[in-house]
């Protein structure tokens, strides 16, 4: 957590590092022990040339999508009249004001299998996603600007 000049100014949370290279971490692991297994242990060539072509494509996946994360990582940003969630991607930053309440939830958003916990605020619907954030960093930085949590 960085506190930029002191009080008044904002906090600039970074994704937690734990949270997204752990994620990533254990689908190149789980693949790799697939590639290995699955080559080694197939009963004909056939079997281990489609175990060795599927498990080598989802590493290669894995991977490239874990460095497109890392590389537009997200910041949330909070101040005392707003909350910001900032991307290096370019795209407009959402977020939370003041103007229309300070009563904050983390609230777990999606259907099915995916899910992700968001912070959702104000009587205007709108949610962030800090599933890469650190929940407790996200609570101590919004108490230290007066926003109230559930």
């Known amino acids: ?30 693949f790799t022990v697939a ?8 009963s004909t060539t056939a079997g281990a040339i489609a175990a060795g072509t599927f498990c080598g494509i989802m590493i290669i996946g894995v991977s490239l999508v874990w460095r497109l994360v890392r590389r537009q990582g997200s910041r949330l ?3 005392t ?4 969630l900032a991307s290096r991607a370019g795209t407009d930053p ?40 650190s929940r407790a960093k996200v609570r101590e930085a919004c108490l230290a600007r007066s926003w109230r949590l559930d």
């Open 81 to 84: 009249d707003s909350i910001a």
């Open 1 to 30: 957590m960085v506190d930029t000049a002191g009080d008044g100014a904002t906090i600039v949370l970074k994704e937690s590092k734990v949270q997204r290279d752990g994620l990533f971490g254990l689908l190149t692991l789980a």
């Open 77 to 79: 940003l909070v101040s």
């Open 35 to 42: 590639l290995v297994r699955g080559v080694h242990g197939a």
């Open 94 to 133: 959402k977020s939370l004001r003041r103007a229309a309440g300070d009563q904050l939830h983390f609230v777990v958003r999606g259907a099915g299998r995916y899910r992700y916990t968001a912070l959702e605020g104000g009587a205007d619907g709108v949610s962030l996603n800090i599933q890469l954030f």
